[in-house]
C-alpha cells in the first residue's frame, strides 16, 4: 500500500460488511405490504407498466461518491406514457423490463429529489405481472439504417424548460458518438456493438425539464419522430447552461435489462468521449463500476465500498481517461476467454492471462463459489488503451497490475477488491488495487476459500497461482506464554495461526474469571519464529493484550477464533495470576510560612507504578488541595531506582493565626486507598503595612493629600489607599515615585509614592487616610484624620457701561474668578427681572494687564431691545466654582425714548375705479432703514414700504438717505371712500404717527 499523500481525490466510503456488499438479491416477485405502510386516504395509487431504472452521473468524483451508494433512479412506465418514480430502496429484488403493477403511497424523500428530480413514491405493494422478456441465445437481426452499425444512435440537441443554449454544436456530438465512442465499444466488444449516428437534430427547445427525465425524452422522441427498440438509442445533449438547472446532472442513462434487451435513452451535458460512452453502457445493460477497501485479505470483515469508484474502468466515475473495458463489464456484454476454477471440484493450478487490452488470448481467471457469486481476475499493464497508466495523465496513481473484481449471476456489478488492505483511516486515500507480487492472497467464498498468487509479471501476461480450498481444513492453534502484572494492570502474549489463513492475522477472544473482556484481538504481532516454522504464513503471528482488574487472584484464558465460523473457537491455554497492589510511598518533609503564605514540600510515588506521577492531597484546615508528585528528585530516584520526577510542592495563602495541615500520598490504581503522612501545625502572622502621611494641603476648592506605604509581606507590591473626606471614601494605590522611600527602606523599591486630589465645597472638612493590607482587605494601618479650611474666593468684576440708544440697551465690563483666573466667569444681565447669561470672554488687554495671570479675554457686553421708559438693570458676575455664589456689581435705571416717524401724506387722488395714495415716511431711530405704512380704504387695510426714492426728502433729513418715498394703489366702485393713512414705528410696531383721513367721490 502506498503512502497517503497523493491529493487528487477526497472518497467518502460507506462502511458495510463485505459479504453483504458482493452478494446480489433473489426476486421476490411480489412485496408484501408491511403493516406500518399503510396507505393514507387519497394517497394510495396502483400503477401498472414497465419497471425500468436509470443512473444519473456526476461530474465532480466527490459528489459521484457521495451520491452514487444511493443506487439508480426506479421508475414505472405506464403504456400511456407516463411515469412514476419509486423509492429504490423499496424495489430493489424488481427486474428491469418486467411488467409490474405497484401500489405507491406517500412521497419518500432521497437524494434524488434534492438533486431536482420529481419526488420518489413508497412503494406498499408490487406484483410481477409479466417476467422481462427471456434473454434470446444470440441478438435479434439488427436493421442499421446504413451498415456496418449494430446500434443506431439519433443525436438530439436540447434545451429544456429554464435552460439557455450553450456553444455546443450538433456536429461536436455527431464527431464524438461516431468517433472515439464508436472506436472503443466495437473494440472492447471485439465487434459485436458498433455505434452509428443514423439521425441528428439541431436544437430544439421543450416545455419538459430534466425533472422528469421520462417526459423529456418521449417530449423529443414525438418531435423528431424517434421509436424505441433494440439497437436504436436516442442520445441528447441537454444544455450546460446553467449548471445548476433543476434535475439536469452531468449525464444520465436508461439501463438495459439484459445484454439483448437494451434500453434506448440517455442524455449528457458535454462531450466527453467517457462520459457518452458510459451512458450508453448503460443501455447495453451495464450498472455502475464500484471499488472496496479492506482492513485484512478475505474480504469478508469490514469493508469500505466506494460505489461507482472503479477508476480503472469507463461504467466508474473517471471522466478523464477511457482504458479498456474491464472483464466483468465485457463478460456481460460479450464473450470473454476465461480459465473457471470451483470451490467445489477445480484444483490447485497455474494459469497465464494476457493483458486485457490485447484482446485476445485467454484474459481471465473466474473463481466461483457454491452460490451465485464470481471473482475475475484480470492483467491490465501500462499499455495499449491502458497505457496512460504509465502517464502523469494517471492523476489518481493507479497501479498496474493484476487487478481483482466480484460479481454475482443476478446484477451486473461490477466491484474493484483491494489488492493492499489498510487500516481503516487510510481508506480516502487508498487507490492501491493491484495484487502484491509474491504475496498469497486469501478470497473468502461461500464453502470455503481461494489463495491466489500472482507469481510473476510481463509486458503482455501475468501468471498466477490458484488454490481452492475447502472450509473447515484447519483450526487456530497457538499458545498462551505470559502473563504479566504491573500494578492492576496485566498483560497476556502468545502467538495464533490458522492453516486455513495462513498469511491473514487470528482474530482473539481473552476471558478473565469466566468473563469475556476482550473480543477480536488480532494476533498481528512480529513473531519470525512461527514465520519459520510455517513457510510463506509470513511473521505476522504475535498477540498482545492489557487491561486492568481487581486486587487478588485471577485466571485468564485464550481463544483463538475462526474467520469463516466466528462463532467457533479454539481454546490456547489458561494461565492463573495474584494482584497485590503495594501502597505509595512518600515523606513529608517540609512546612513553612512567610507572612500569609503556608509551602508544603516532600516526595511520593507508587511503587506499582513508578514512572507515573503520584497525586498528593493535602488539606488545610479542613480544605482540600490535589497536588501532583511530578518535581524534580533526582535522589529520590537514585534511592529508590524510579526515576527523578516524584517531588511535590505546594503554596497557599492563609489568614493569621494557627492552621493544622495534613497530607495523603494517594494510590494510583484505586484512588480510595491512601498513605496518610500525619497532620501538623503552624502559625502565620501578616503585618501591617507601614505607611506615613505627609501632606494635607487646599487651593481654591481643591484639597490634597500625599505620603507613602509599603507592606512588609510584599515589599515590592503596591498597598491600596483609602481617603475618606466627611466620610466619603476613595480608593488609590500607593505606587508612585518614591526613591527617598525606597533608599531608607532597603528592598522595598522606589514606587510607593500615593496622592490624590479632590473638588469640596468650602468650609471646614474632616480627611481620614488608611493603608489597606493586600492580603487580607479587612486589616488596615489608620494613618489618622485631620480638618481642612477651603474657601473658594469670589469672582472679581466691574461694570463699566449702561447705555440707551432708541430702544437698545447695551451693558458692558469686566470679570475674572481668582480660583480659575484663565477661565471665563458667567455673567447674568437681569432688565426689569427678566434675566440673560453672558460669558465673560471679550478682549480686555487692560484687564490682563492690571491683572497679571488672569490673561486678556476678560471683558463682557451685551445689548437687547427694550420698551420706552424708565428700566432697572442688574448685573452679577457668577462664581466658576459654584454657581449658587456671585458677586452682585449692583442695579441701575435708565430711560429709553422712542422718536415716532416723521411723515407726509402728499397725494390722494383717483383715475376710473382706482384710488392713488402717497407720500413719503421715515423713523429717526432706524436711520436708513424703510419704514412701514398702514393704508386704510374703507377700513380695509394695505401695508405698504416706504422705500421709494425721495432724493428731496433725503436732502431734507442728512443721513437719512434717499429711499423714503411710499405709493399705493387700490381698485374701488363708484362713489365715496374713506381713507385712512399711518406711519408705523421701526422699533415699536404699536407705536405710529397717524397721516390723517380724506374722503374721495368716484
Given at each position: 500500500m502506498r503512502p497517503a499523500t497523493r491529493p487528487l481525490l477526497s472518497r467518502a466510503l460507506v462502511v458495510s460488511v463485505a459479504a453483504a456488499v458482493l452478494t446480489g438479491s433473489v426476486s421476490l416477485g411480489t412485496l408484501p405490504a408491511r403493516a406500518d405502510d399503510e396507505p393514507a386516504p387519497g394517497v394510495a395509487e396502483t400503477v401498472v407498466g414497465e419497471f425500468a431504472q436509470i443512473w444519473p452521473e456526476y461530474e465532480e468524483p466527490g459528489e459521484a461518491s457521495e451520491y452514487a451508494d444511493e443506487g439508480p433512479l426506479s421508475y414505472v412506465r405506464t403504456d400511456d406514457g407516463e411515469t412514476v418514480r419509486l423509492d429504490t430502496a423499496d424495489v430493489d429484488d424488481l427486474e428491469i423490463g418486467a411488467t409490474v403493477e405497484v401500489t405507491v403511497g406517500e412521497a419518500a424523500p432521497d437524494t434524488g429529489a434534492a438533486q431536482g428530480f420529481e419526488e420518489a413514491r413508497e412503494v406498499l405493494d408490487a406484483e410481477v405481472l409479466e417476467a422481462a422478456p427471456a434473454v434470446p441465445a444470440v441478438p435479434p437481426p439488427a436493421a442499421p439504417a446504413s451498415p456496418p452499425y449494430t446500434n443506431s444512435v439519433t443525436v438530439v440537441m436540447v434545451n429544456p424548460a429554464g435552460g439557455v443554449r450553450d456553444s455546443t454544436t450538433l456536429a461536436d456530438v455527431v464527431s464524438a458518438v461516431n468517433g472515439p465512442v464508436a472506436d472503443f465499444w466495437e473494440q472492447e466488444t471485439d465487434a459485436r456493438y458498433k455505434f452509428g449516428v443514423t439521425a441528428s437534430h439541431d436544437w430544439i427547445d421543450t416545455d419538459a425539464s430534466c425533472e422528469d427525465p421520462y417526459a423529456l425524452w418521449d417530449e423529443v422522441a414525438d418531435t423528431v419522430g424517434f421509436v424505441e427498440g433494440h439497437g436504436k438509442h436516442l442520445l441528447l445533449y441537454v444544455t450546460s447552461t446553467p449548471g445548476g438547472l433543476p434535475g439536469c446532472e452531468y449525464g444520465l442513462g436508461e439501463i438495459g435489462w439484459a445484454y439483448n434487451s437494451q434500453a434506448s435513452f440517455a442524455y449528457v451535458r458535454d462531450v466527453n468521449t467517457s462520459l457518452i460512452a458510459h451512458e450508453l453502457g448503460h443501455n447495453l445493460s451495464l450498472n455502475h463500476s464500484s471499488s472496496l477497501n479492506c482492513t485484512q485479505y478475505g474480504y469478508e470483515w469490514l469493508c469500505g465500498r466506494d460505489d461507482y469508484g472503479d477508476l480503472y474502468d469507463v461504467m466508474g466515475y473517471t471522466w478523464e481517461q477511457l482504458g479498456s473495458l474491464n472483464l466483468v463489464q465485457a463478460g456481460a456484454i460479450s464473450l470473454v476467454s476465461a480459465q473457471a476454477f470451483d470451490i467445489g471440484s477445480s484444483g490447485a493450478a497455474t494459469v497465464s492471462i494476457d493483458a486485457v487490452s490485447q484482446r485476445a488470448g485467454r484474459r481471465a481467471v473466474v473463481?466461483?463459489?457454491?452460490?451465485?457469486?464470481?471473482?475475475?481476475?484480470?492483467?491490465?499493464?501500462?499499455?495499449?488503451?491502458?497505457?496512460?497508466?504509465?502517464?502523469?495523465?494517471?492523476?489518481?496513481?493507479?497501479?498496474?497490475?493484476?487487478?481483482?473484481?466480484?460479481?454475482?449471476?443476478?446484477?451486473?456489478?461490477?466491484?474493484?477488491?483491494?489488492?493492499?488492505?489498510?487500516?481503516?483511516?487510510?481508506?480516502?486515500?487508498?487507490?492501491?488495487?493491484?495484487?502484491?507480487?509474491?504475496t498469497p492472497v486469501r478470497i473468502n467464498v461461500d464453502g470455503g476459500y481461494y489463495v491466489v498468487t500472482v507469481q510473476s509479471v510481463s509486458s503482455t501476461s501475468a501468471s498466477i497461482l490458484v488454490e481452492p480450498r475447502r472450509n473447515g481444513s484447519y483450526r487456530p492453534i497457538g499458545a498462551v506464554e505470559t502473563l504479566t502484572a504491573e500494578g492492576s494492570t496485566i498483560t497476556v502474549t502468545g502467538w495464533s495461526i490458522n492453516q486455513d489463513w495462513p498469511t491473514q492475522a487470528v482474530p482473539m477472544d481473552v476471558w478473565i474469571d469466566g468473563v469475556h473482556v476482550a473480543a477480536e484481538v488480532m494476533a498481528d504481532r512480529s513473531r519470525p519464529d512461527i514465520g519459520t516454522a510455517n513457510p510463506g504464513a509470513g511473521d505476522a503471528h504475535g498477540y498482545s493484550w492489557s487491561g486492568a482488574v481487581s486486587p487478588g487472584a485471577h485466571n485468564v484464558c485464550v481463544y483463538g477464533t475462526e474467520w469463516d465460523r466466528p462463532i467457533q473457537r479454539e481454546w490456547l491455554g489458561c494461565r492463573s495470576i495474584t494482584i497485590r497492589q503495594a501502597l505509595p510511598l512518600a515523606n513529608w518533609e517540609g512546612l513553612s510560612a512567610s507572612g500569609s503564605?503556608?509551602?508544603?514540600?516532600?516526595?511520593?510515588?507508587?511503587?506499582?507504578?513508578?514512572?507515573?506521577?503520584?497525586?498528593?492531597?493535602?488539606?488545610?484546615?479542613?480544605?482540600?488541595?490535589?497536588?501532583?508528585?511530578?518535581?524534580?528528585?533526582?535522589?529520590?530516584?537514585?534511592?529508590?531506582?524510579?526515576?527523578?520526577?516524584?517531588?511535590?510542592?505546594?503554596?497557599?495563602?492563609?489568614?493569621?493565626?494557627?492552621?493544622?495541615?495534613?497530607?495523603?500520598?494517594?494510590?494510583?490504581?484505586?484512588?480510595?486507598?491512601?498513605?496518610?503522612?500525619?497532620?501538623?501545625?503552624?502559625?502565620?502572622?501578616?503585618?501591617?503595612?507601614?505607611?506615613?502621611?505627609?501632606?494635607?494641603?487646599?487651593?481654591?476648592?481643591?484639597?490634597?493629600?500625599?505620603?507613602?506605604?509599603?507592606?512588609?509581606?510584599?515589599?515590592?507590591?503596591?498597598?491600596?489607599?483609602?481617603?475618606?473626606?466627611?466620610?466619603?471614601?476613595?480608593?488609590?494605590?500607593?505606587?508612585?515615585?518614591?526613591?527617598?522611600?525606597?533608599?531608607?527602606?532597603?528592598?522595598?523599591?522606589?514606587?510607593?509614592?500615593?496622592?490624590?486630589?479632590?473638588?469640596?465645597?468650602?468650609?471646614?472638612?474632616?480627611?481620614?487616610?488608611?493603608?489597606?493590607?493586600?492580603?487580607?482587605?479587612?486589616?488596615?494601618?489608620?494613618?489618622?484624620?485631620?480638618?481642612?479650611?477651603?474657601?473658594?474666593?469670589?469672582?472679581?468684576?466691574?461694570?463699566?457701561?449702561?447705555?440707551?440708544?432708541?430702544?437698545?440697551?447695551?451693558?458692558?465690563?469686566?470679570?475674572?474668578?481668582?480660583?480659575?483666573?484663565?477661565?471665563?466667569?458667567?455673567?447674568?444681565?437681569?432688565?426689569?427681572?427678566?434675566?440673560?447669561?453672558?460669558?465673560a470672554n471679550g478682549s480686555r488687554p487692560d484687564v490682563g494687564e492690571f491683572f497679571p495671570g488672569v490673561g486678556n479675554s476678560r471683558g463682557f457686553t451685551w445689548s437687547g431691545a427694550v420698551a420706552p421708559g424708565r428700566h432697572t438693570v442688574c448685573v452679577y458676575a457668577v462664581d466658576a466654582d459654584l454657581p449658587w455664589r456671585n458677586s452682585a456689581l449692583g442695579c441701575r435705571t435708565i430711560d429709553t425714548q422712542v422718536t415716532p416717524p416723521r411723515a407726509n401724506w402728499e397725494v390722494l387722488s383717483a383715475s376710473g375705479s382706482t384710488l392713488t395714495v402717497s407720500g413719503w415716511a421715515l423713523d429717526p431711530d432706524s436711520g436708513t432703514a424703510p419704514n412701514a405704512v398702514h393704508v386704510y380704504v374703507d377700513g380695509q387695510g394695505t401695508a405698504v414700504s416706504a422705500n421709494g426714492s425721495r432724493p428731496d426728502v433725503g436732502a431734507f433729513y442728512p443721513g437719512a438717505g434717499n429711499d423714503h418715498g411710499f405709493s399705493h394703489t387700490a381698485t374701488v366702485g363708484p362713489g365715496v371712500h374713506r381713507v385712512c393713512v399711518y406711519a408705523i414705528d421701526g422699533q415699536i410696531g404699536w407705536l405710529n404717527t397717524p397721516l390723517g383721513c380724506r374722503s374721495i367721490t368716484l
Open positions: 473463481l466461483r463459489d457454491d452460490e451465485y457469486m464470481k471473482w475475475w481476475l484480470e492483467y491490465r499493464p501500462a499499455s495499449g488503451r491502458d497505457a496512460w497508466l504509465g502517464t502523469p495523465d494517471n492523476l489518481a496513481g493507479l497501479q498496474p497490475g493484476v487487478l481483482l473484481r466480484a460479481t454475482n449471476s443476478t446484477h451486473a456489478y461490477s466491484t474493484l477488491l483491494d489488492g493492499t488492505p489498510s487500516p481503516q483511516a487510510e481508506w480516502g486515500e487508498d487507490f492501491d488495487y493491484a495484487l502484491p507480487i509474491g503564605t503556608l509551602t508544603v514540600s516532600g516526595w511520593a510515588f507508587d511503587p506499582d507504578s513508578p514512572n507515573t506521577a503520584s497525586q498528593v492531597h493535602l488539606y488545610v484546615d479542613g480544605q482540600g488541595t490535589a497536588v501532583t508528585a511530578n518535581g524534580s528528585r533526582p535522589d529520590v530516584g537514585a534511592a529508590f531506582g524510579v526515576g527523578s520526577s516524584h517531588g511535590f510542592s505546594w503554596s497557599g495563602t492563609v489568614a493569621p493565626g494557627a492552621h493544622t495541615v495534613c497530607a495523603y500520598a494517594i494510590d494510583l490504581d484505586q484512588a480510595w486507598r491512601n498513605v496518610p503522612l500525619g497532620c501538623r501545625s503552624i502559625a502565620t502572622q501578616v503585618a501591617l503595612p507601614s505607611a506615613n502621611w505627609e501632606v494635607l494641603s487646599a487651593s481654591g476648592s481643591t484639597v490634597t493629600v500625599a505620603g507613602w506605604a509599603f507592606d512588609t509581606d510584599s515589599p515590592t507590591g503596591s498597598v491600596p489607599i483609602h481617603v475618606y473626606v466627611d466620610g466619603r471614601g476613595t480608593a488609590i494605590s500607593a505606587n508612585g515615585s518614591r526613591p527617598d522611600v525606597g533608599a531608607f527602606f532597603p528592598g522595598v523599591g522606589s514606587s510607593h509614592g500615593f496622592s490624590w486630589t479632590g473638588t469640596v465645597v468650602p468650609g471646614v472638612h474632616t480627611v481620614c487616610a488608611y493603608a489597606i493590607d493586600p492580603e487580607f482587605p479587612f486589616r488596615n494601618a489608620a494613618l489618622g484624620c485631620r480638618s481642612i479650611t477651603t474657601q473658594l474666593a469670589l469672582p472679581v468684576a466691574n461694570w463699566e457701561v449702561l447705555s440707551a440708544s432708541g430702544s437698545t440697551v447695551t451693558v458692558a465690563g469686566w470679570a475674572f474668578d481668582t480660583d480659575s483666573p484663565s477661565g471665563a466667569v458667567p455673567v447674568h444681565v437681569y432688565v426689569d427681572g427678566q434675566g440673560t447669561a453672558i460669558s
